[in-house]
């Protein structure tokens, strides 16, 4: 019979190196796989935050804004004819300002913010219409209008908050 220890020898090798190199492979792809992953979430993740602070941005740039507009038509209800031309003028700049924060606002909130934000916008669309009429005719029911107008304006901002907070949780 002859040696077959040479054989089993060689066998051996080639079945170890085999089975070294599966194992190898293997471990290399579950690493790649374990790496595009991590990669993956990582990215998601920053992907998030990045969003979040887009929108945190938005938002108090808005609510800044929106705070703006009411803190220029507080003391308007005294105002001479002369000066409430200024005031409008004032208060048209502002509401385009408004507008823009408006717009940003449409392209990165979701659907609740962006209708607590378009009410405000035309509120203060509202407010230029009645501070006009004030402008035009300082009567007792234009001024009455206005201040009505400004409380509504005013009481819209809560709820824009309120939103704006509600959608930067979920984030």
């Keep these: 019979m002859p040696d ?3 054989f089993v020898a060689a066998l051996t090798g080639v079945t170890a190196i085999a089975a070294s190199s599966l194992a190898s492979w293997l471990t290399s792809r579950g690493n790649a796989h374990a790496a595009r992953i991590q990669v993956d979430a990582a990215t ?4 998030r935050e990045s969003t979040r602070q887009t ?3 938005a938002y108090l740039g808005l609510i800044e804004q929106a705070q703006v507009v009411a803190d220029g ?3 308007v209800d005294g105002l001479s004819a002369p000066k409430t031309k200024a005031a409008l003028t004032a208060h048209r700049d502002r509401h385009q300002q408004l507008r823009r924060a408006v717009t940003l606002i449409d392209l990165e909130g979701p659907s609740t913010v962006k209708v607590a934000a378009s009410n405000l916008l035309i509120m203060s669309g509202t407010l230029s ?3 006009a009429a004030t402008t035009e005719s300082a009567g007792r029911d234009n001024r009455r209008e206005f201040q009505e107008t400004l409380r509504a304006y005013i009481r819209l901002i809560g709820p824009f908050v309120d939103a704006a907070s509600a959608a930067l949780e979920e984030a």
């Design 73 to 75: 038509l507080r003391g």
């Design 129 to 131: 219409t009645a501070l």
């Design 55 to 57: 929108r945190r941005a």
């Design 44 to 47: 998601a993740a920053q992907r």
């Design 4 to 6: 077959n220890s040479l």
